[in-house]
């Protein structure tokens, strides 16, 4: 019995996780400081950011100072001037299996470059990514900033995998960085989950043959 309840279990858990996010945090709205109305530079090393790690260089934690895609707080994948950093986060996978992507992207608009680049990478596999601030319907602004949804997928090659963005703007020529890519409601999906029905069915077969499990053992 010990053991058809632990199955039964693992179903439920796969039912639960058939869509789940693997990111946890995505939109960055968890953190051990506040940058209010305005923004925070956050450096590597520091763990403000629950969950995720700052790389290469600081990163702009920003509040309400300009409009979010989920939430109320996001980031500038660029930090203090002179700085073109990013995030990274580390999760569970599955080897072969196919794991996609989303992520909303918007850019810093105060400064150049017009056109703000970024990559995105995992297990080795990468793509650059570029957001126009000029191309905003009605112009881009604290409270129009034309958050754009991306995707991406790679196939994962062990047992967990680090998913990083970072910015490119110190690859462009005659550029200071500090006004980057900015970064929101990050999310990684398996392409080939359980589906729920499918589990939902497996779970109520299961459920069915313990039943008559038990009705069996008590005949005997």
């Not at 019995?1 to 995505?26: E, P, V, Y």
């Not at 080795?124 to 000029?134: I, K, M, P």
Request: charged share 10%; glycine share 10%.
């Amino acid at each position: 019995m010990f053991r058809q309840i632990c199955f039964l279990s693992l179903i439920l858990i796969s039912i639960s996780s058939a869509k789940a996010n693997l990111i946890t945090n995505g939109s960055f709205e968890v953190a051990t400081i506040n940058p209010g109305g305005s923004f925070i530079p956050v450096f590597p090393g520091q763990p403000f950011i629950t969950d995720w790690d700052v790389v290469v260089q600081d990163v702009h934690y920003m509040g309400t100072f300009w409009q979010s895609s989920d939430g109320i707080r996001n980031l500038d994948l660029d930090g203090v001037t002179g700085s073109s950093g990013g995030v990274s986060q580390t999760f569970s996978t599955v080897a072969g299996t196919q794991y996609n992507v989303t992520f909303d992207m918007s850019g810093n608009f105060v400064r150049d470059p017009v056109v703000k680049p970024m990559r995105v990478s995992a297990d080795g596999q990468s793509q650059d990514f570029s957001f126009d601030t000029s191309t905003v319907p009605g112009g881009i602004s604290v409270s129009n900033m034309g958050w754009t949804t991306m995707s991406w997928s790679f196939i994962a090659d062990d047992t967990s995998a680090t998913l990083q963005f970072l910015s490119l703007t110190n690859t462009l020529p005659n550029i200071v960085p500090g006004w980057g890519p900015a970064l929101d409601n990050v999310s990684v999906l398996a392409a080939n989950p359980i589906p729920v029905p499918a589990a939902a069915w497996l779970f109520g077969t299961a459920l069915i043959g313990l039943i008559g499990f038990g009705k069996r053992r008590k005949v005997a």
